[in-house]
């Protein structure tokens, strides 16, 4: 991968993402997201460690599926934007309403892998539980959970995956179910360093953005310290999280423009 053509598409990508148009569309998805995490934490503060494994991941699956919409209509206003084509966002709404139905059938799913997941961790948290006998034979029976919980951080994985790799495919071309797999994985088998690298660029910006925030929300609730219960600590993430998904919109929208800039140089790679 030659570096200029890396710096340009990371250029126009980081450039692309501070339009105020397309900030003013984006944010209600990235609030919508803020106030669902906000939501489960408040609502599972004081609850036992099964419970809080589903706080812990299912927020996680449910903005997967809202940033799945919202990064198949990105990348489409993104795509129309560097060609310099004529943009309106509500035709390209009007346009996308089947592909809004294909993000579904991904993200849906992985939701429902992760709820059955999390049942059956309980049936052995219900083993453990029992008296006298449950701490011995939960011994025996520990490696279950290990592999329920690491299936569910694949899910993860694959659901930040899919966002990068699937949404610019999926967007752009007509490609049914099976074609659409079948082109991804090749692409993965033709050059799986370069769709690595540029995965992780993408996720590195993201994450450099997020751990700031996340710092500046932990040292205000640390240094700004104040006596409350649960509703108000509540209220409290609530007035923390507008600012924070605020600043986090931009960053959004650059792991999107990134993924069609990265699809789209892979592609031209692979031509020549």
């Known amino acids: 991968m030659i570096f200029q053509d890396l710096e340009k598409c990371f250029r ?16 209600p998805f990235v609030f919508l997201v803020g106030i669902i995490f906000v939501f489960f934490r408040s609502m599972t503060l004081s609850a036992n ?14 903005a997967f599926a809202i940033f799945f919409v919202l990064g198949a209509f990105l990348i489409r206003i993104n795509y129309h934007e560097v060609k310099n084509l004529t943009c ?9 309403s089947p592909l809004i139905l294909s993000t579904f059938y991904i993200s849906i799913p992985v939701i429902f892998v992760f709820l059955l997941l999390w049942v059956v961790f309980g049936l052995f948290v219900g083993i453990k539980n029992i008296p006298h006998v449950g701490s011995f034979i939960g011994v025996f029976l520990s490696i279950i959970p290990f592999l329920l919980i690491l299936l569910a951080i694949l899910l993860v994985v694959f659901s930040v995956g899919a966002l990068f ?13 099976k074609e659409l797999l079948k082109s991804i994985m090749l692409n993965f088998k033709v050059n799986l360093f370069g769709n690595l690298t540029l995965f992780f660029i993408a ?6 953005a997020y751990f700031i925030l996340f710092l500046s929300i932990v040292f205000t609730k640390s240094y700004f310290a104040l006596p409350m219960n649960n509703v108000y600590s ?23 423009n990134f993924a069609l800039e990265s699809f789209n140089l892979l592609k031209v790679r692979e031509e020549k």
């Open 203 to 208: 996720l590195l910006v993201v994450f450099i």
């Open 88 to 96: 309106s966002y509500r035709q390209i709404l009007k346009k996308s």
């Open 165 to 177: 790799f699937i949404s610019p495919e999926m967007s752009l071309s007509q490609k049914k179910k």
């Open 12 to 27: 126009r990508a980081f450039i692309f993402s501070f339009n105020k148009k397309k900030l003013i569309f984006s944010y």
């Open 234 to 256: 509540g209220f409290m993430s609530f007035f923390l999280m507008i600012p924070f998904t605020l600043f986090l919109t931009p960053f959004i929208i650059f792991f999107f």
């Open 49 to 62: 460690n099964w419970v809080f494994l589903c706080r812990l991941f299912l927020p996680i699956f449910i």
